[in-house]
């Protein structure tokens, strides 16, 4: 499975941003989508994830009622919508997938990784 993460930028506090993760290869697979994040220094977290087939979802605390996740399976592609974001969401920002899980907070769970995108929130 290749994972190809786009929409990352600059954005002041408060606004908005929607990174798209494109999957291709063995989709079939996939139990799992996600995103995780990780800033200078800081080591990578989870962020958000959902179920590829059945919409379960879940989310970081820190995020939880600012993010959310959606895929389109026609497309192969999953989304992370970023509202209200504050200068603490600043990091690169990474997809991944697993063949097993879909709830993918454990990063051991993880088969795949896409590259990052960058995402900077000036206050």
């Known amino acids: 499975v290749q994972l190809q993460a786009s929409g990352g930028g600059l954005v002041q506090a408060g606004g908005s941003l929607r990174l798209s993760c494109a999957a291709s290869?063995?989709?079939?697979?996939?139990?799992?989508m996600g995103w995780f994040r990780q800033a200078p220094g800081k080591e990578r977290e989870f962020v958000a994830a959902m179920s590829w087939g059945g919409g379960r979802t879940y989310f970081a605390a820190s995020v939880k009622g600012r993010f959310t996740i959606s895929r389109d399976n026609a497309k192969s592609t999953m989304y992370l919508q970023m509202n209200s974001l504050k200068p603490e969401d600043t990091a690169i920002y990474y997809c991944?997938?697993?063949?097993?899980?879909?709830?993918?907070?454990?990063?051991?769970?993880?088969?795949?990784w896409g590259q990052g995108t960058e995402v900077t929130v000036s206050s």
């Open positions: 290869g063995r989709t079939f697979s996939l139990n799992g």
């Open positions: 991944a997938v697993s063949n097993t899980y879909a709830d993918l907070s454990d990063l051991t769970r993880i088969d795949y």
